[in-house]
């Protein structure tokens, strides 16, 4: 995959940077829909399929984008298909921190130091070219608008922004309601960019954390395994430790 063109994980973050404030809206349900906006990426290019409600790993060849390779890495290590929201809800440290400093190191954004409350170290992340940011906003309003269907990778986009709340963020008030409404409705013409963008929702409403009927056989307790957080690089998180971390502000 090459580097000239910008990914979905990449162009729904820029979505979601408040240039007034230089922070991200909705922050938590982001860090799922930046998980699902990899999986969507990489069956764009041909990595990876759904197979029902699960993810298949087709061609596990690196696409050339590291943090993607981790993400297909990891699924490859799986073995087998994995449920998109299982993914999705999978505790991963450091992905929205992990693209911030690649749009910084690609000039699209510049980190703005900081103290909160006087005292904690803090960063905020400004665009340096809001040309690409005003691009990337209007091919979503020109697929609510003109109601033609768009393509692949617009329609997921428009379902990751739906699926983390970003609706509120790009169409306020209501005078937006139409187009949140129809930000929605776009859901339904990228049937990968769906899938996720459901397993995305699913995970915020508690679904994930449901157990699944069938898993054990009757009479018997499937051991419960404890969640290993990893960073985005897939490497287990470890206790932080030390002097006073710089936070990035939400």
Not at 21 to 41: F, I, K, N, R, Y
Not at 55 to 78: F, H, K, M, N, S
Not at 108 to 135: F, K, N, W
Not at 175 to 185: K, N, P
């Amino acid at each position: 995959m090459g580097r000239s063109r910008r990914t979905l994980p990449e162009e729904l973050l820029l979505l979601a940077l408040d240039p007034a404030t230089g922070t991200t809206a909705q922050p938590q349900s982001l860090d799922l829909g930046l998980a699902g906006a990899q999986l969507v990426e990489l069956a764009l290019a041909g990595r990876i399929a759904p197979d029902g409600d699960r993810i298949a790993v087709v061609v596990p060849r690196p696409t050339g984008d590291p943090t993607l390779d981790c993400a297909l890495e990891l699924l490859r290590r799986r073995g087998a298909p994995v449920r998109a929201v299982h993914w999705i809800g999978g505790p991963r440290l450091g992905l929205r921190q992990t693209y911030l400093s690649h749009l910084e190191r690609c000039g699209m954004v510049h980190a703005v130091e900081g103290q909160m409350c006087g005292v904690l170290p803090t960063t905020r992340y400004q665009a340096t070219d809001t040309a690409i940011s005003r691009e990337i906003r209007a091919r979503l309003d020109s697929a609510i608008r003109t109601g033609v269907p768009p393509d692949p990778r617009t329609a997921a986009l428009a379902a990751l922004a739906h699926a983390v709340g970003l609706g509120k963020h790009l169409y306020p008030g209501n005078e937006g309601r139409s187009s949140r409404s129809r930000l929605r409705d776009l859901i339904r013409h990228d049937p990968m960019g769906g899938l996720v963008a459901h397993a995305v929702m699913d995970v915020q409403n508690g679904v994930a954390a449901q157990p699944r009927r069938g898993a054990a056989p009757a009479g018997r307790q499937a051991p419960a395994a404890r969640p290993v957080a990893e960073n985005a690089r897939g490497v287990p998180a470890q206790p932080r430790r030390g002097p006073m971390a710089r936070v990035p502000a939400h």
